[in-house]
């Protein structure tokens, strides 16, 4: 056979595989969506060129660079203390409200409770419910127990306005887990709480991380209740330090505003990729064995 005769019949046996046409929905679609990414990129590329600019404005433009702007926030102590009160308000609001969901959920997940269903429904109604309409209840509250201006009981708040949805996300991570394995534990004579620990805990990793990062997120961008609760300038986290930042002296300051921000986002950024690697997408139960 030539070689002109096997190239031919080698294109005889190709396949051709037919491609579907971009549809217009599809095109008006992702038109959309870069138009949205678009709206979220613009703001922090501003922040990012702001941060190092020596002569910043609300413009979107290139920088004459200059580290004046760090060097300006970091040696004010107001800003520092801000850190500080943000990371003690969410990291104490991102525990207790990791704790307890994990506590909740569980029960709710595997034992039969009398009307589970309806309360189930009336957490999830209440993670859905606006926190500034609790605001002045919860404030006379804080009042009455002398609870204002401090950090730790601001945080309960938080946490318990963060309790609902965790509760409903923490379920739904424990309902994957086979209760078969927790079956085979208590046959062994494992008990109620040694399950939870050395079985669920190990296997929902996943549900916790997203729980714990979600927490921390809300609590670390809070700003009514934090405003509201607490009014010592030592107390005063990062986003009502930002407010006052912005009103000082009736002028902008663009640059410090911008890095202020940028110092802001960090924790944020390396909390989530210190605990990506819990977002693996799926329960591994392959060591899960009786």
Same mark, same amino acid.
């Given at each position: 056979?030539?070689?002109? %005769?096997?190239?031919?019949?080698?294109? %005889?046996?190709?396949?051709?595989?037919?491609?579907?046409?971009?549809?217009?929905?599809?095109?008006?679609?992702?038109?959309?969506?870069?138009?949205?990414?678009?709206?979220?990129?613009?703001?922090?590329?501003?922040?990012?060129?702001?941060?190092?600019?020596?002569?910043?404005?609300?413009?979107?433009?290139?920088? #004459?660079?200059?580290?004046?702007?760090?060097?300006?926030?970091?040696?004010?102590?107001?800003?520092?203390?801000?850190?500080?009160?943000?990371? @003690?308000?969410?990291?104490?609001? +991102?525990?207790?409200? #990791?704790?307890?969901?994990?506590?909740?959920?569980?029960?709710?997940?595997?034992?039969?409770?009398?009307?589970?269903?309806?309360?189930?429904?009336?957490?999830?109604?209440?993670?859905?419910?606006?926190?500034?309409?609790? @605001?002045?209840?919860?404030?006379?509250?804080?009042?009455?127990?002398?609870?204002?201006?401090?950090?730790?009981?601001?945080?309960?708040?938080?946490?318990?306005?963060?309790?609902?949805?965790?509760?409903?996300?923490?379920?739904?991570?424990?309902?994957?887990?086979?209760? %078969?394995?927790?079956?085979?534990?208590?046959?062994?004579?494992?008990?109620?709480?040694?399950?939870?620990? %050395?079985?669920?805990?190990?296997? +929902?990793?996943?549900?916790?991380?997203? +729980?714990?990062?979600?927490?921390? @997120?809300?609590?670390?961008?809070?700003?009514?209740?934090?405003?509201?609760?607490?009014?010592?300038?030592?107390?005063?986290?990062?986003?009502?330090?930002?407010?006052?930042?912005?009103?000082?002296?009736?002028?902008?300051?663009?640059?410090?505003?911008?890095?202020?921000?940028?110092?802001?986002?960090?924790?944020?950024?390396?909390?989530?990729?210190?605990?990506?690697?819990?977002?693996?997408?799926?329960?591994?139960?392959?060591?899960?064995?009786?």
């Amino acid at each position: 056979m030539s070689a002109v %005769e096997a190239r031919r019949a080698g294109a %005889e046996k190709l396949i051709v595989v037919p491609y579907s046409r971009v549809s217009p929905a599809a095109v008006a679609t992702n038109m959309i969506l870069i138009l949205l990414g678009c709206f979220f990129l613009l703001p922090m590329l501003w922040m990012v060129f702001a941060s190092v600019d020596s002569n910043p404005d609300w413009a979107i433009k290139l920088p #004459t660079p200059t580290l004046a702007n760090f060097t300006d926030v970091l040696g004010r102590a107001d800003a520092i203390s801000s850190f500080r009160s943000s990371l @003690i308000l969410a990291g104490t609001t +991102t525990v207790v409200t #990791t704790v307890l969901a994990v506590l909740a959920a569980y029960p709710l997940s595997r034992m039969h409770i009398p009307f589970k269903r309806a309360f189930m429904l009336a957490i999830l109604f209440a993670s859905g419910l606006p926190v500034s309409m609790l @605001i002045v209840p919860v404030y006379q509250m804080y009042v009455y127990f002398g609870w204002l201006d401090s950090l730790y009981t601001t945080a309960l708040f938080l946490a318990a306005s963060s309790l609902p949805f965790a509760i409903w996300l923490m379920k739904n991570f424990i309902d994957a887990v086979p209760a %078969e394995l927790e079956q085979a534990a208590a046959i062994d004579g494992a008990s109620t709480a040694r399950i939870l620990r %050395e079985l669920v805990l190990p296997l +929902t990793l996943p549900g916790i991380a997203v +729980t714990a990062i979600y927490t921390f @997120i809300n609590a670390w961008g809070a700003f009514i209740i934090p405003f509201v609760l607490t009014y010592s300038p030592d107390n005063q986290p990062g986003p009502v330090e930002i407010y006052n930042f912005m009103g000082s002296h009736g002028l902008f300051k663009f640059g410090d505003l911008a890095v202020f921000s940028l110092l802001f986002s960090v924790p944020v950024i390396v909390l989530y990729l210190f605990m990506s690697r819990y977002f693996s997408g799926a329960f591994n139960f392959g060591g899960a064995v009786k």
